[in-house]
C-alpha cells in the first residue's frame, strides 16, 4: 500500500516516514501544498496524510482541488489542536478523517488501516482468503494458522492483492503500489515476487490471468474472506 504523506515538519516528516515505512508502506512526501497537489494528481496512492498548515498552498486548498479533479484518495487530515474550524474545512472539503496534533503515532497508523479498510470495502480489521489470514495491526501473515515469514516488499504485495482479492490486477498497478516515487521501478521484477509467494503460499492462491495480470483467490473448497 503506498500512501503520500504531506507535513512540512521535517522532525514529524521523518517520524512518520519511519513508522510508516516500519508498519509495511511505502512513502512519499510533499513538504507543501503546491508538491502535494502535483503528486495527488498525478501518482496513485491508497491514502494521503495531509497537513493543514502548508507553505505555499494551505492544505485545504489542495484537497479542494483534488476533488474537482475528481481525485477519490481518501484522506486523513491532521489538524492544531481546537482548531475546530479547520476540522469542518477539511471535511466539508472532502476529507475522509481527522486527527489534532500533537498525536501518538498508533492513533495515526490505526485511523490509517481503518481508511484503508472502508475504503476497499472491507469490514473486518485483519483481511482473509479462504486460509489465508493477514494482520495489518502486526504486518503478520498466516496460512491456516501457520506465520508466513515474508520480505518487506512481499508483505507489501500480499497486503495490496488481499486488498483487491478477485479483482486482477495489472503488473504496471502492482508496481504502481509497491514501491515509493523515489525506487527504481522494474516491472518485471513483480513476477519474481509473484513466484516467491506462491511458494509461501502455495502456487494455487495466485492466478495468472494471461495478458491482463494476477488474481488472488482461496483455494478450492475455500471460503473467500
Given at each position: 500500500?503506498?500512501?503520500?504523506?504531506?507535513?512540512?515538519?521535517?522532525?514529524?516528516?521523518?517520524?512518520?516516514?519511519?513508522?510508516?515505512?516500519?508498519?509495511?508502506?511505502?512513502?512519499?512526501?510533499?513538504?507543501?501544498?503546491?508538491?502535494?497537489?502535483?503528486?495527488?494528481?498525478?501518482?496513485?496512492?491508497?491514502?494521503?496524510?495531509?497537513?493543514?498548515?502548508?507553505?505555499?498552498?494551505?492544505?485545504?486548498?489542495?484537497?479542494?482541488?483534488?476533488?474537482?479533479?475528481?481525485?477519490?484518495?481518501?484522506v486523513l487530515i491532521l489538524t492544531a489542536r481546537g482548531a475546530w474550524s479547520e476540522k469542518v474545512a477539511g471535511f466539508?472539503?472532502?476529507?475522509?478523517?481527522?486527527?489534532?496534533?500533537?498525536?501518538?503515532?498508533?492513533?495515526?497508523?490505526?485511523?490509517?488501516?481503518?481508511?484503508?479498510?472502508?475504503?476497499a470495502g472491507h469490514a473486518a480489521p485483519s483481511l482473509t482468503c479462504g486460509g489465508l489470514r493477514l494482520d495489518p495491526?502486526?504486518?503478520?501473515?498466516?496460512?491456516?494458522?501457520?506465520?508466513?515469514?515474508?520480505?518487506?516488499?512481499?508483505?507489501r504485495l500480499l497486503h495490496y492483492m488481499m486488498m483487491h482479492q478477485g479483482r486482477v490486477i495489472g503488473r504496471t498497478?502492482?508496481?504502481?503500489?509497491?514501491?515509493?516515487?523515489?525506487?527504481?521501478?522494474?516491472?518485471?521484477?513483480?513476477?519474481?515476487?509473484?513466484?516467491?509467494?506462491?511458494?509461501?503460499?502455495?502456487?494455487?492462491?495466485?492466478?495468472?490471468?494471461?495478458?491482463?495480470?494476477?488474481?488472488?483467490?482461496?483455494?478450492?473448497?475455500?471460503?473467500?474472506?
Amino acid at each position: 500500500m503506498r500512501i503520500l504523506l504531506v507535513e512540512d515538519d521535517p522532525d514529524l516528516s521523518r517520524q512518520l516516514k519511519l513508522a510508516l515505512a516500519d508498519a509495511g508502506y511505502a512513502v512519499d512526501h510533499a513538504a507543501d501544498g503546491e508538491e502535494a497537489q502535483f503528486l495527488g494528481e498525478t501518482e496513485p496512492y491508497d491514502a494521503v496524510i495531509l497537513d493543514l498548515g502548508l507553505p505555499k498552498v494551505d492544505g485545504v486548498s489542495v484537497l479542494e482541488r483534488w476533488r474537482r479533479g475528481s481525485v477519490a484518495t481518501p484522506v486523513l487530515i491532521l489538524t492544531a489542536r481546537g482548531a475546530w474550524s479547520e476540522k469542518v474545512a477539511g471535511f466539508d472539503a472532502g476529507a475522509d478523517d481527522y486527527l489534532t496534533k500533537p498525536f501518538h503515532t498508533e492513533e495515526l497508523l490505526a485511523r490509517l488501516r481503518a481508511l484503508l479498510r472502508r475504503s476497499a470495502g472491507h469490514a473486518a480489521p485483519s483481511l482473509t482468503c479462504g486460509g489465508l489470514r493477514l494482520d495489518p495491526r502486526a504486518a503478520r501473515a498466516s496460512v491456516n494458522g501457520e506465520p508466513l515469514r515474508l520480505t518487506s516488499l512481499e508483505y507489501r504485495l500480499l497486503h495490496y492483492m488481499m486488498m483487491h482479492q478477485g479483482r486482477v490486477i495489472g503488473r504496471t498497478e502492482l508496481v504502481e503500489h509497491l514501491y515509493d516515487q523515489d525506487f527504481d521501478r522494474d516491472s518485471n521484477t513483480i513476477e519474481v515476487f509473484i513466484g516467491r509467494l506462491r511458494k509461501k503460499l502455495g502456487a494455487d492462491r495466485i492466478e495468472t490471468v494471461r495478458g491482463l495480470g494476477y488474481r488472488l483467490i482461496p483455494l478450492e473448497g475455500e471460503t473467500a474472506g
